[in-house]
T-cell receptor, first 112, second 115 residues
Framework: SAVISQKPSRDICQRGTSLTIQCQVD?????MFWYRQQPGQSLTLIAT?????????ESGFVIDKFPISRPNLTFSTLTVSNMSPEDSSIYLC?????????FGPGTRLTVL | AQKVTQAQTEISVVEKEDVTLDCVYE???????LFWYKQPPSGELVFLIR??????QNEISGRYSWNFQKSTSSFNFTITASQVVDSAVYFC????????????FGKGTRLHILP
């Protein structure tokens, strides 16, 4: 199994600023995934982060807007840059361990 | 293309009734995984099951059961004798082995269990 923590758990930010979300896993994992869940919507994959290489972004997401770091096998960060109200969402990191896919508790972001 | 369809947007049933949540998927891969997750009002995602494409056996876990039918590309989820605590949004999801296990989610079904 894997226990995932995220910081911050929630934040309220001003338009035009940036926020970095941290994801910590209690075991070493090869891949970490970042998802976004907009209000009342399903989860959408933003990118896949492998340690030691650049993140792979899904269609509709770009590195300039969502830069990701993956400095080691237990940690990753996602930055939401130049925020607008449309970025208000829950951001979740996820890892695969064993036969399960685990999700962090999420970071609830509100952009004013 | 990879796709997960949950046609039921919202369902309401009275407590103790059985309820089935439908999930239909599309994939060109022969090796893939199907998932169900529960998201209660508190917001966290709770893993319920993962099933690989080579295992069509139905699964039962307490009041929960899953019916996997490759012939109809469906992976339906049934809750027997529903309880108010089952009220949540339920997501069906799919990942393909060749796509690095990226999980693609359906839009979810919001389930209301009425007392």
């Amino acid at each position: 199994s894997a226990v995932i923590s995220q910081k911050p758990s929630r934040d309220i930010c001003q338009r035009g600023t940036s926020l970095t979300i941290q994801c910590q896993v209690d075991s070493q994992v090869t891949m970490m995934f970042w998802y976004r869940q907009q209000p009342g919507q399903s989860l959408t994959l933003i990118a896949t982060a492998n340690q030691g290489s650049e993140a792979t972004y899904e269609s509709g997401f770009v590195i300039d807007k969502f830069p990701i770091s993956r400095p080691n096998l237990t940690f990753s960060t996602l930055t939401v840059s130049n925020m607008s109200p449309e970025d208000s969402s829950i951001y979740l990191c996820s890892v695969e361990a064993g036969n399960e896919q685990f999700f962090g508790p999420g970071t609830r972001l509100t952009v004013l | 293309a990879q796709k997960v369809t949950q046609a039921q947007t919202e369902i309401s049933v009275v407590e103790k009734e059985d309820v089935t949540l439908d999930c239909v998927y599309e994939t060109r891969d022969t090796t893939y995984y199907l998932f169900w997750y529960k998201q209660p009002p508190s917001g966290e995602l709770v893993f319920l099951i993962r099933r690989n494409s080579f295992d069509e056996q139905n699964e039962i876990s307490g009041r929960y059961s899953w019916n996997f039918q490759k012939s109809t590309s469906s992976f339906n989820f049934t809750i027997t004798a529903s309880q108010v605590v089952d009220s949540a949004v339920y997501f069906c999801a799919l990942s393909e082995a060749h796509r690095d296990d990226k999980i693609i989610f359906g839009k979810g079904t919001r389930l209301h269990i009425l007392p």
